[in-house]
Every structure is written in structure tokens, then in C-alpha cells.
């Protein structure tokens, strides 16, 4: 019996391919098992080669798997694409209806099944899905009725007999299938999962959900891929909280409109991805200079430009912490898994109120659009942080005397009053002020506003800034990532191990402030240091050296073709690294 | 009793002796006073530009932004706390060219706040470069041979946008702008007021003197009915926008908050911000 199994479906966009795959991890995770979903995908909506590879493990999974044992085809394109990833022992469970050809050098064996002729006879060729699902089952050796609830759910609305016909489309294959596989039946029955409650979602559920549990309760947003399903999440449940989402016209409007929501004391935030971050730049600054909070959602994809708005990319790191001109205190962290996901964002909003500054949480397409198993979120970690925010009554004031809004304090943080408070008045302007937020040029002003701004940068109160694995008092390699990247290096790490690599592992969470004193111990008991991270040029290795000067220790090892690291791969590139001499 | 002189501050602003931006912030100051407001219980967030500086002229919150964003800023803020009293405000620059995108959805979206232009067809603090409104042959700094394109009509892009409200007044008429602005913030939604305020030292050409010269009170005109938008947009068009007075106004229309689904009748930022565990775990049974 396997402990792990990967499984892939695909054909052409907009052909039932994601309910597919759906319906097979649902179940999946209703057993209890741990799942990681990818789905590839392009830009258009119809048409264009689809897939969703899913793998499935009895014990946690946060990565991708190389290798593939049942790839479910509904396209000739299908094989072509994917067959390379296919093990000697995997097979091709392809619809007969496209005469499907198995390529020579392909090790895997080929079933060519009639799913939308048996789907047809149903009533309808949409049911095709089904009847790959009970082939499915055929091969894991799963009873139809794990696929019962599932049914029930997506097709209930539609009646009973609909239900009936999806889950006889389901035994119609799984006996089709059982004729065919012979004594394979079963050849990739997986070990009994722990039978445990776990969510299986994308992380961009995880951040909405994190909003919401964090007491946002404005978002404002334009539509951009990979960030568009935190809003549409939002708009769903946002309104039983007394809360809305408004889409605006754009992310500049999307921005300010969030500052100005902050401005008058209610937790408001963004989420975008590249594009819209580059168009929020002066609002950050004005979030910062101007002492608002702000929380702001980057989703990295492939950019520059346009770019590759469908794929995995790291490459905003730079111009998250640096793209607004002049110089802010500003906050940038880094979840990793959908767990992560969840309690950063409520740190985030914490963060943002605590030191009233703009915090980006930062995330990429795999982690945001990759469905993965997550832990139930503990209700008793949620906190709620507003820092120096007075809701009562202030003091009286001299007549027109203003408010000292920005007064300068020790940890630079000023109490916090909003518009409608008797006693409050200040300003607040984008322009250089004063204690009560009156314009000033002042060069005494000047630096006392500026270091004030940038002590609060000495207070953040942030939960693991760094991820840490290290089972070395000194390492041979220390791998270091941030995002999504932490589930395919967790899976090389005991890979090295094995090898006699004596290997650690850190991923930053908290990228901004940098954690220096923490970094530069790990970094200080590792021979070398690997960066791994998905854009060209290196940009958290660059972070790292600008920090910490072991610049002789750090390598880089980069993927920016718009695909994940892999971990069979990924483990070639780092091995190839260290027998280049560098350990 | 609320009076003008409680929305005075102590800044002296830094405008050009002259410059007609100084009666449209007596103008809101006696206006709020007239409507009761206290001045904590007012905001005006305002744009960059000579006019922008007005949010820092007037004690109430304030907030001076970034250029052409007041109007999503003050939006958020509405939102927040729906008791507020919100007046966003700044140049024609600031509205018509950089912000012209937001001024469009905000009238769209009707979010009940109120609007005010302060359009002196010049770009002033910039010293002196041509607007979306100056008008075709203006010669600028950056129109040396006179401006090519059409001046923008701001009126008529409103109301074919879906105002609701719709005014313009000038500056010099205090009387009339007051009881103008009075209205706009009586009003249901987003009340959109474009002022001339000329600027006495960029644009020599539309003068005090020219704008009383060319411009048409409404109230002159015998039987214009407010109500009736295609009266509203054939007057505005047959006086070349040159008219003064309340333009259009849909008193019946619901506001963008009215609307939204589940937005309480007291201010979200008074509400309780930490969720039920039941709430929690309804949500994360979904995903299971
Ligand atoms: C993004 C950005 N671009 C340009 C400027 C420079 N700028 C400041 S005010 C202004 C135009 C001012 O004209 P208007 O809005 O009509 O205001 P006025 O000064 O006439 O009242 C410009 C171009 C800026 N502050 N920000
Ligand atoms: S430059 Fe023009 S708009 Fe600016 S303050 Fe002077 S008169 Fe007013
Ligand atoms: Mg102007």
C-alpha cells in the first residue's frame, strides 16, 4: 500500500477539468488524507490546455511531486504535455472518444476508456467526469460512496435523480475499470488516512478568512489575477458582519479608498498583484507618511508588465519594500502555507494598527492559488491589537488648539484619535508636519518627524519572523526561501540529510524589518548558504547580503520560467552546487 | 450655537491675496455652521494644488492627500462612520485631469459625501500650466502657441454620468455658493459642485470681471425645474456651462450606502470587531 500518490487530470479550459479534480481531493480529504493541489492554467477561459495535479500523502504535504502515477485525459494534448512525468508503474486513464495514442518513449500503460460514450448512454456527455472518477476509485481501490457526500453537495440543488445518475456514472466506471485493470485492481491503494477534520483550500481563502477573523471589515479592490478570489470570498461572507467590498475603478482608488476607511478607525484593506501594486506606490507612501494604517495584499505572479499573469513568480520582492519614492517605515511578511496565510494576516492588520504604517503581506500564486490541506484555525490565537488607538473621551483642548496626532515619542508611536472624536482635531497631511499635523519645512521638524516615523520600526510585535528547522548545530547547507517555497525545501531537506548533507532550513517570514540577529546566527553555523527563490535576479539573496555580510557563504539557485521548484529537480540543482566545489 | 467662527483655525493660509479660494472655505465654514454641524463631526479631505490646502484652513478633521485621490479617500472614510459629515474638495487639476477617473465612479457610485471644485481653468500651484479646462487657444506655460484641445465640460460629463446632484456656483457670490453647499450636504448622495474660483495670478483671461460678465443664474431663468435632466443638460449646453445655481437634483435616488447589502444603520467603526467562535467554525466547515 502506498503512503503517497500523485494524480493528474487534463484536457481543455473550460471543459468540467477543475470540477474533475474537485470532486477526486474533496473526497480526498473527507478520508482524512493531506492534499497539495497546482493547477496550471493560461490566461484564456476557453480553450487552452488545462491540468490540476493533486498530490495526496498520509502525512503532511506542502509541494508538488515530480513524478506522476495517474495522469486522467480528456485530450490527446494531454499525453503529450505531461506523459514525461509519468512513472515505469503509472498509467494514462484516457477517454476513448479522441483515439488516444500513447508516445513511444512513454513507460506507463496506456487505458483508453469510453468515459463519454458511458457518459452519453447516462444522458449527457458532461458526466464524462464521473465516470474517470470511478476509474479513479478502480486503481485506489476506494467504495463509490466516498464520493456520496461530494455529489450531494454540487448536484443536491439539481434534484435526485441528477445525484442518482452522477453516482451510477461514478459505478459505471469503476466497473468498466475493474474489468480492465485485472489483476491491477487496486495497484495504487493508498494506506488509511487518520479519518481527521482539515480544511483543503487556496491561500487566498486562508488571507480572507485571516481578514475577516482579524476584523476587517472594508475591502476595497480591483480584479487581478492571482488576488481576485479574497475578494469574491468577501463579498460572500463580508456582509453578515456588517462589512462590505467595493470595487473600485482602480488600485489607486482601491488604495486611498482603504486609507481612508483606516483613517476613520475601521479595519480596511487591498489585495492585488503586480500591476496594481506598481499603481498603489505614492498611497503606500502616503499610508506612511501620513501614519495610516494600511494592509495591502501582494499576490506575486510572473511580471514585469503584463508578464505572466497565470504563473509562479517572486519577483515583487524589491518593489515591496522599496517601490514607494522617498522613505517610509513600512512592514513586509511572508507567509508560506495556508496556515501561515491565516495568522499573518491577522498580524498584519495587528501590525498596521500597532505602529500605524502600511504592512504588505506578501504572497505568490503557488501559494495563493495552490488548494492545500490546512489545519483548523485556533480560535483562541486570534487577537485583535489596536495599539495607541483612544475611542474615549479626550481631553478638553484650549480653544482650536489641534491635536498632537504626531506627537514624538519614544517608540515613535503617537496616540491614535479618529474623525468624529470630540477633542481630536488635527490634520493630516502627505506634506512634512508637525506634533498636531500642521505643514512644516522645519529642518528640526524634519528630522524629529522622520526619526520618529522610522523608531516604530524597533517595536514590531511579530510572531516567528523566521521559520526554522535545524536539526545541525552546524550545517554543511543552510536553504533559505520565503513564500511557497517552504514545502518543496521541507521535502529536499531530509533528502540532504540522507545523503550526509547536514542541511537546516530557514524561511523568513518577516521580511521587513529584516530579522538580522536571527539570520546572521543561522547563517554563522552553515559552511554555505543556499537562496532559493522564484525570479532572475536573486532578489532575498540580495536582501540578505544588504543585512548581514557573509556575502562569500551565499549562493543563489533561481527559477523564473513561471513553474515551481520541484523537488526531485530542485535536489539535482543543489547537489550540483555543492559538488561544484563549494562546500 | 454653532457659528463660522468655530470652523476658523488659527493657520493663516498661504493663497494669493485675491485668490478666490478663500470665499469657498468661508463659504463651507458657514455652511456647516448654518446646518448645525460641530466641527468635530465634520471632515474634508481634500487634493494637491493651491485649493487642495483648504482641509489645513478649516477646524474640522481634515485630511490633505495625494493629488486626485480625495475623492476615494473620502469615500473609505464615509464608510467607516456613516455619521460623519464628509466634504472632499480641490482643484480642476486635481479632479479633471489626474482624479478624473474617480470623479466619474464617485458620482456613479453615489456615496453620500459632497464634492466641491475649486476651478480656476489654470493649474495654479504648478505656477500657471493649462487645465482640462482652460479653454482651446489659452495660452500657458506649457501651451506657449495656445492650448489645441477643447476645454473639458464638467457639467455635462456629471450628468451623463448618473448624478444626482449637480450645482456650480462662484466664488464671489458667497451667498449663493453657501446655500448651495447647504444643499449638497442635505442631500442623499454624492453632490457634485463645481466652483469657479479664480486664480488672480495665472489666468489672466478668466477674470472675476469675465466670469460676471458671461455667467447666467438659474434662478433668472423663468420655469427651470432642477428635476428634469434633460432640461438640465440643454441649459447647460445652450449657456456653454457658463450658468450658476442648482443644476440637477434627484432628490429620490438611494445613496451607494442605502444600497449595500448587510451596512449597518450605525457606523461600522463603532462595531464589535472580533468574530464569534461559532462564526469561525461555520466558515471553516466549508472547506471540509
Ligand atoms: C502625482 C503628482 N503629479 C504631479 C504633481 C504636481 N502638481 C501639484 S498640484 C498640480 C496641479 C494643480 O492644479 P489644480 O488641481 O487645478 O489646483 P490649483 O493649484 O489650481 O488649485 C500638479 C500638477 C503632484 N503633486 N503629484
Ligand atoms: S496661484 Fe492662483 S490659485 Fe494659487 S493661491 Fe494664487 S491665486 Fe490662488
Ligand atoms: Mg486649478
Known sequence: ?583 | MVTFKDFRNNVKPNWCPGCGDFSVQAAIQRAAANLEIVPHELAVISGIGCSGRISGYINSYGLHGIHGRALPIAQGLKMANRNLKVIASGGDGDGFAIGMGHTIHSIRRNVDITYIVMDNQIYGLTKGQTSPRSAAGFITKSTPGGAIEPSLKPLEVAISAGATFVAQSFSTDLKELTAIIEAGMNHKGFSFINVFSPCVTYNKVNTYDWFKENITKLSSLEGYDSSNRAQAMATVMEHDGLVTGIIYQDKEAQSYQDLVKGYHEEPLNQQDMMIEENDLQELMKEFM
Open chain 1, 1 to 583: 500500500m502506498l503512503h503517497q500518490l500523485s494524480w493528474k487530470v487534463g484536457g481543455q479550459q473550460g471543459e468540467g477539468i477543475e470540477s474533475t479534480g474537485e470532486i477526486f481531493s474533496t473526497a480526498m480529504n473527507r478520508l482524512g488524507y493531506h492534499l497539495y493541489g497546482y493547477r496550471h492554467f493560461s490566461s484564456r477561459i476557453k480553450g487552452g490546455h488545462t491540468n490540476n495535479k493533486i498530490n495526496v500523502r498520509t502525512s503532511v504535504v506542502h509541494t508538488i511531486p515530480d513524478d506522476l502515477d495517474i495522469l486522467v485525459a480528456f485530450d490527446q494534448e494531454t499525453i503529450d504535455v505531461n506523459y514525461k512525468e509519468l512513472t515505469s508503474g503509472g498509467v494514462i486513464l484516457a477517454d476513448a472518444k479522441f483515439n488516444p495514442e500513447k508516445p513511444e518513449d512513454c513507460p506507463a500503460t496506456l487505458y483508453v476508456v469510453p468515459f463519454t460514450e458511458v457518459a452519453a448512454e447516462l444522458g449527457t456527455t458532461l458526466m464524462k467526469n464521473m465516470v474517470a472518477i470511478g476509474a479513479t476509485a478502480a486503481l485506489l481501490n476506494l467504495e463509490d460512496e466516498v464520493f456520496q457526500s461530494v455529489v450531494d453537495e454540487i448536484f443536491g440543488r439539481k434534484g435526485e435523480t441528477v445525484v442518482q445518475k452522477n453516482m451510477t456514472a461514478i459505478a459505471q466506471g469503476h466497473v468498466l475499470m475493474n474489468d480492465m485493470l485485472g489483476d491491477r485492481v487496486g495497484a495504487f491503494e493508498l494506506e488509511q488516512a487518520d479519518g481527521k477534520h482539515r480544511m483543503f483550500m487556496i491561500g487566498n481563502e486562508a488571507i480572507a478568512l485571516g481578514a475577516l477573523a482579524a476584523g476587517s471589515r472594508i475591502m476595497s479592490a480591483y480584479p487581478i489575477t492571482p488576488a481576485s478570489e479574497i475578494m469574491e470570498y468577501l463579498i460572500k461572507k463580508l456582509p453578515k458582519f456588517g462589512g462590505t467590498v467595493i470595487q473600485t475603478e482602480d488600485e489607486i482608488a482601491a488604495a486611498t479608498m482603504a486609507i481612508g476607511a483606516n483613517y476613520g478607525g475601521v479595519r480596511a484593506f487591498t489585495a492585488s498583484a503586480g500591476p496594481g501594486l506598481s499603481l498603489m506606490m505614492e498611497a503606500i507612501g502616503l499610508s506612511g507618511m501620513t501614519e495610516q494604517p494600511l494592509v495591502i495584499v501582494d499576490t506575486q505572479r510572473g511580471g514585469p508588465s503584463t508578464g505572466l499573469p497565470t504563473k509562479q513568480e517572486q519577483s515583487d520582492l524589491m518593489a515591496m519594500l522599496y517601490g514607494t519614492h522617498g522613505e517610509i517605515p513600512k512592514v513586509v511578511i511572508a507567509p508560506s502555507t495556508g496556515e501561515e496565510a491565516f495568522y499573518d494576516t491577522i498580524q498584519a492588520f495587528n501590525i498596521a494598527e500597532e505602529l500605524q504604517l502600511p504592512v504588505i503581506l506578501l504572497s505568490d500564486l503557488q501559494l495563493s492559488l495552490g488548494k492545500q490541506t490546512v489545519e483548523p484555525f485556533d480560535y483562541s490565537k486570534i487577537e485583535i491589537r489596536r495599539g495607541k488607538l483612544e475611542l474615549g473621551e479626550l481631553p478638553e483642548a484650549e480653544d482650536k488648539a489641534y491635536f498632537k496626532r504626531f506627537e514624538v515619542t519614544e517608540d515613535g508611536v503617537s496616540t491614535r484619535v479618529v474623525p468624529g472624536q470630540k477633542h481630536g482635531i488635527h490634520h493630516v497631511t502627505g506634506v512634512e508636519h508637525d506634533e498636531t499635523g500642521k505643514p512644516s519645512e522645519a529642518a528640526g521638524n524634519r528630522k524629529a518627524q522622520m526619526d520618529k516615523r522610522f523608531r516604530k520600526l524597533d517595536h514590531v510585535n511579530f510572531n516567528v519572523p523566521v521559520f526554522k528547522n535545524t536539526p545541525h548545530e552546524e550545517a554543511d547547507v543552510l536553504l533559505v526561501g520565503f513564500n511557497s517555497t517552504k514545502g518543496v525545501l521541507e521535502e529536499i531537506q531530509p533528502m540532504l540529510n540522507e545523503e550526509g548533507v547536514k542541511t537546516n532550513h530557514a524561511h523568513i517570514r518577516l521580511i521587513h524589518p529584516f530579522p538580522t540577529e536571527e539570520m546572521k546566527e543561522l547563517i554563522g553555523h552553515a559552511k554555505k548558504v543556499i537562496v532559493v527563490e522564484n525570479n532572475a535576479t536573486g532578489q532575498l539573496a540580495n536582501v540578505i547580503k544588504m543585512n548581514i555580510s557573509a556575502h562569500e557563504k551565499i549562493i543563489s539557485l533561481v527559477k523564473y520560467d513561471g513553474t515551481p521548484f520541484l523537488p526531485k529537480e530542485l535536489l539535482g540543482r543543489v547537489k550540483e552546487l555543492l559538488t561544484d566545489g563549494n562546500i
